[in-house]
Nanobody
């Protein structure tokens, strides 16, 4: 089993920044991908950003140029640096790890509001 614990969410004003972290523990293999998804009220969960173990990154068009995903393989941790936040970024953000199956964290709330 794999456990994922997110942290770093909160309330921020438009234009502000937040940094999310997700620490993975348990039966983690050497080859895996990690990602951040988000789900706003009344909407489907969507992919925000993903990163392979080798560092290849993918981003949703809505966050390109504003968000940066990174990872520390030695600590099995993935980060999401979010800059220039907008009210439409408000959602619960979920970390995921992909091995033979997909594991999810419990989510962390991000609220962008003045």
């Amino acid at each position: 089993q794999v456990q994922l614990v997110e942290s770093g969410g909160g309330l921020v004003q438009p234009g502000g920044s937040l940094r999310l972290s997700c620490a993975a523990s348990g039966s983690i293999f050497s080859i895996n991908a990690m990602a951040w998804h988000r789900q706003a009220p009344g909407k489907q969960r969507e992919l925000v950003a993903a990163i392979s173990r080798g560092g290849s990154r993918n981003y949703a068009d809505s966050v390109k140029g504003r968000f940066t995903i990174s990872r520390d393989n030695a600590k099995n941790t993935v980060f999401l640096q979010m800059n220039s936040l907008k009210p439409e970024d408000t959602a619960v953000y979920y970390c995921s790890l992909v091995q033979t199956t997909v594991y999810w964290g419990q989510g962390t709330q991000v609220t962008v509001s003045s």
